[in-house]
DNA sequence: CGGTGATCATCG
DNA sequence: CGATGATCACCG
């Protein structure tokens, strides 16, 4: 069964990602008519696909908005029960070649973030899956004082892989993003410049919002409105 | 193969 | 016990 019901505008998303609020991810599941897995070990993704199908979501994996018509972003944001994230957030793969006339401004980071539509669900542990419970959605959009930050880690990031020092890159660089493997295992690589310019093969890599940042915002919008 | 959706699992 | 590096499933 396939998205028929795509939101026609921000407002309706907004509203529709809003009655999830309270709900449990088995009643969501049991409603679209999918089955819940036991853990998700081997089901890693399976919180965004089911929220993605419920809100009408365009499924694949193009490098697209999930709406596209509307510019927007949908993110599952697991957090406990003080509201806070438990995990980073993936934002995208990283370029490590090619990056000639990016910048921040044009950057695939800085679009993807432009506007997020982000689902809180309350995932600690040892809460089963099929009794997590939604929290309550928000639309977000960056800020000057968190696309500041967004653009100050990214271009140190960026400046590293082009000065061809992407293996010198950790997880503790970037005050809010950090640039982490994004790959089926550490087995595949995809093709980088070394620091003399000559092409070398690498484990891929993603930007990933660090959880003092997702906890920020989630703090912004969840406090005074 | 390289993108999407992410969480797992181990280490300090 | 939090953060980093590693990993899993699915899609076109």
């Known amino acids: 069964m ?12 907004l509203e529709r990602a809003q009655n999830l609020a309270g709900l449990s991810l088995g009643e969501i599941a049991k409603h679209a008519g999918i089955v819940v897995p036991p853990n998700l070990t081997r089901n890693k993704g399976w919180v965004g696909l089911l929220l993605e199908q419920v809100l009408g979501a365009s499924a694949g994996s193009r490098p697209e908005p999930d709406f596209p018509h509307l510019g927007i972003e949908l993110k599952s944001l697991p957090i406990n029960e003080q509201a806070k994230p438990l995990e980073t957030t993936f934002v995208s793969v990283a370029p490590l070649t090619g990056l000639v006339g990016i910048n921040w401004h044009n950057s695939y980071v800085r679009k993807k973030l432009a506007r997020v539509l982000w ?46 020092e992407v293996e010198n890159i950790q997880g503790k660089h970037g005050q809010v993003m950090q640039l982490r493997p994004k790959a089926a295992n550490s087995k595949v690589k995809t093709q980088a410049f070394d620091k003399n310019g000559k092409p070398f093969m690498t484990l891929p890599r993603g930007f990933y919002l660090k959880i003092n940042f997702t906890q920020g915002l989630l703090h912004r919008y969840l406090r005074v409105n």
């Open 119 to 164: 689902v809180p669900v309350i995932s600690a542990k040892e809460i089963p899956i099929a009794e997590r419970l939604v929290g309550m959605p928000f639309l977000w959009s960056p800020n000057e004082e968190e696309e500041a930050l967004l653009a100050q880690d990214w271009q140190e990031l960026t400046d590293m892989i082009v000065l061809g």
């Open 2 to 13: 396939n998205n028929v019901n795509i939101p026609s505008s921000e407002q309706d998303l």
